[in-house]
C-alpha cells in the first residue's frame, strides 16, 4: 500500500543511506520521487528535434554561432539556461506531488577553457539560484554529472568530442572531474538539500568495456576527494552500458552510499529489476531508479508504481521537452524550425536575420506560460487521480497485490513469475512492445488483458490529491456471456455488479464516489463467471 506523497513534509535535513533506506534529517524514511531537467544544461539534439548534425551541445553551440555569431550566441545561450528551467518550473514540479530533481550539468558549461582550473562563476551562479528555488518549494536537489570531462560514454549524451570515452584515457579529464567534485562539495557541504552527489551518468556502453576496469577506482577517487572536504553527503554511482549493468561494482567503499540504475523500453515489472533489488539486500544498500520514461503514460503508471511498491527512490526523464506528449511539459516548435533542421542535414545556411528570429521564437516557447501542458503524465507517475490503469498493473505480491485460484503460466512475458492468467487481447502477437513511439497509447494489437475467473481478485492502488467524487469505468468483457464482479474500494462496503457480453464494453461500475484525500485501494473480485479486464479508471463524476 502506498502512503500519501506528504512530499514537502519529507524534504527536511540531510537525506542519508541507512540500511536499505534513505531517510530524512529527522531520521524518517522516504522515498525520492522526481524529475530530470533534461537539455537544461547539456542540451539534447532529440529534445531539440534536430539530426545527427545538432544531436549534442558542441553541435548545436556550433550551429547558433554559425548563423548569429559569437556575441549574439553567448547572450543567447544566458537566455537558454535562465528559461529552460526557472522559479515556476520549479514551482510547478512541487505543485504536481514531486519531491526531488536531477540536475544534469555538463562538465564544459561550468568549465572556463585553458590550461586553469578556472569555474563559469556565472553559469555556477544561475544553478545555485535553482537550487535557492528548490529549497524555497522544498525539492532536494541530485547533482549529475551528466557530461564529465573528455566523456564517460562516449556518445552524444555526454556531449562526447570524438565518440570516445576520453575520461578513462586521458588522466588530465580525471583530474578535471575530481576537482568539479571537489569545488561542489566545497560550496554545498554544509546544505541539506543536496539529496547527493551522482558522481557521472551512463558510462561505458557496451561497445567500450574494455575500460569497464577503471570505473570503480575512479568511483572511489572521486569519492575521496569529496570526503575530504564533506563528510555528510550522499554518493550516488552508476553502473556502465547505459546503467543497467552492475557487475563493475565489486566493494561499497562508502557507508553512505546509493546505488542508481535506469530503466527504458522494456518490461514494467519486478522480473525486470530483480538483479537490482538483490544488490540491495547483498549489500544493504538504498537503491535508486535514477532515471527512467520516454514512453506512454500506460508504463509510466506500471513501472513507477512498482519502484514504490519495492520502495526504490525514482527519477522521472524527462520535464519538458519540444513537441511531446510524453512528459509534463512541450516547448512548441517555432515557425521556421525546420530551416535550422535542414541547415544542419548539409542545406542552405538560414540569414542571419531569420536565423536569430527563430532561435528568438524558441527562447519564448522555453518558457513554461508558454508550453503545452500535459498533466496526465504527472499523474500517471505518482498514481494521482483521475486516472486509468491497465488491468496488468495490479499490486505487487501474491494475497497482498492478487489473488488468483488457478495460477497458470502466462506466455506474455510480463510479470511471469505471478501467475496471473494474460494474454493479448487480439492474438496477433504473442509477447507486448514496450518501445516508446513518441508516447502514443499502445495499439490494440500491442495490449495485453488480464483473464479473472471466480474467486480471483486483483488490487489497484492510487492516489487522491483532494477528497472529490468520482466514477470508476473499466473495459471488460465476460467471457460466458455472464459474470458477476465484487468491487470493493478500502473503507466502503462491497459493491457487486452484473456484466453482460462477450464484446469488449466499458463499463460504469461505481458512480459519483467521494473520495477522501489520501491513498485510494480498490479491489476487483470475481463472485462468478469469467472476465476479461483491460483497464480501470477513475474519472471525476459526471
Not at 47 to 61: C, L
Not at 475 to 497: F, K, N
Amino acid at each position: 500500500m502506498m502512503s500519501m506523497h506528504s512530499n514537502n513534509k519529507d524534504v527536511s535535513g540531510f537525506v542519508r543511506a541507512e540500511g536499505k533506506k534513505l531517510v530524512n534529517g529527522d531520521g524518517k524514511e522516504i522515498v525520492l520521487r522526481g524529475v530530470g531537467f533534461g537539455s537544461w544544461l547539456l542540451p539534447e539534439g532529440y529534445m531539440w528535434k534536430f539530426p545527427q548534425g545538432g544531436d549534442r551541445p558542441r553541435k548545436i553551440e556550433a550551429m547558433v554561432k554559425e548563423l548569429i555569431g559569437e556575441e549574439k550566441a553567448a547572450q543567447f545561450w544566458d537566455s537558454y539556461v535562465e528559461r529552460y528551467v526557472d522559479e515556476i518550473d520549479v514551482r510547478e514540479v512541487a505543485k504536481q506531488g514531486f519531491n526531488s530533481v536531477r540536475f544534469p550539468i555538463n562538465a564544459r558549461g561550468i568549465l572556463e577553457q585553458g590550461e586553469e582550473i578556472i569555474f563559469n562563476e556565472k553559469r555556477l551562479a544561475r544553478i545555485h539560484e535553482v537550487i535557492e528555488w528548490c529549497r524555497k518549494y522544498k525539492l532536494y536537489v541530485i547533482l549529475d554529472l551528466h557530461g564529465a570531462p573528455g566523456g564517460q560514454t562516449g556518445a552524444n549524451i555526454d556531449d562526447s568530442e570524438n565518440d570516445l570515452p576520453e575520461l578513462f584515457t586521458d588522466r588530465r579529464n580525471q583530474e578535471l572531474t575530481i576537482a568539479i567534485w571537489r569545488m561542489f562539495a566545497e560550496r554545498y557541504k554544509d546544505d541539506w538539500i543536496i539529496a547527493g552527489y551522482d558522481l557521472f551518468n551512463e558510462p561505458l556502453p557496451d561497445w567500450f568495456n574494455q575500460y569497464n576496469d577503471l570505473v570503480e577506482p575512479l568511483h572511489k577517487e572521486i569519492t575521496a576527494a569529496i570526503r575530504e572536504v564533506d563528510k555528510r553527503h550522499m554518493i550516488i554511482i552508476e553502473g556502465v552500458h547505459w546503467s543497467t549493468d552492475w557487475s563493475v561494482f565489486t566493494e561499497k567503499f562508502d557507508d553512505n552510499l546509493m546505488l542508481q540504475f535506469h530503466k527504458y523500453w522494456n518490461n514494467p515489472d519486478t522480473e525486470s529489476i530483480q538483479k537490482y533489488i538483490d544488490k540491495r539486500e547483498e549489500w544493504n544498500v538504498p537503491i535508486f531508479m535514477g532515471e527512467g520514461g520516454e514512453n506512454n503514460a500506460q508504463w509510466y503508471s506500471g513501472a513507477f508504481q512498482m519502484f514504490e511498491d519495492h520502495q526504490i527512490s525514482w527519477n522521472f526523464w524527462t520535464w519538458k521537452k519540444m513537441n511531446t506528449s510524453n512528459s509534463p511539459y512541450s516547448i512548441r516548435m517555432p515557425e521556421g524550425w525546420k530551416l535550422l533542421t535542414a541547415y544542419l542535414e548539409g542545406g542552405a545556411k538560414p540569414d542571419e536575420a531569420a536565423a536569430e528570429a527563430i532561435l528568438n521564437e524558441y527562447l519564448d516557447n522555453l518558457k513554461v506560460d508558454n508550453c503545452d501542458a500535459f498533466p496526465g503524465i504527472s499523474r500517471a507517475l505518482l498514481r494521482h487521480l483521475p486516472l486509468q490503469i491497465p488491468a496488468e498493473f495490479y499490486g505487487q505480491g501474491e494475497g497482498a497485490g492478487f489473488g488468483i485460484v488457478n495460477k497458470k503460466t502466462n506466455k506474455t512475458g510480463l510479470r511471469a513469475s505471478d501467475g496471473v492468467p494474460m494474454r493479448m487481447i487480439s492474438g496477433k502477437t504473442e509477447i507486448p512492445s514496450y518501445h516508446s513511439e513518441g508516447g502514443k497509447v499502445w495499439a490494440e494489437d500491442n495490449t495485453l488483458c488480464v483473464e479473472l475467473h471466480k474467486g480471483d481478485w486483483l488490487a489497484y492502488d492510487a492516489l487522491c490529491v483532494e477528497g472529490k467524487s468520482f466514477d470508476l469505468h473499466a473495459r471488460l468483457l465476460a467471457a460466458a456471456g455472464q459474470a458477476t464482479l465484487s468491487i470493493e474500494l478500502e473503507g466502503q462496503e462491497p459493491v457487486s455488479c452484473e456484466v453482460n457480453g462477450e464484446d469488449w464494453t466499458e463499463s460504469l461500475l461505481l458512480k459519483d464516489i467521494h473520495l477522501p484525500a489520501g491513498a485510494v485501494r480498490v479491489i476487483i473480485r470475481i463472485l462468478s463467471g469469467s472476465v476479461d479486464l483491460d483497464w480501470i479508471e477513475f474519472s471525476f463524476a459526471k
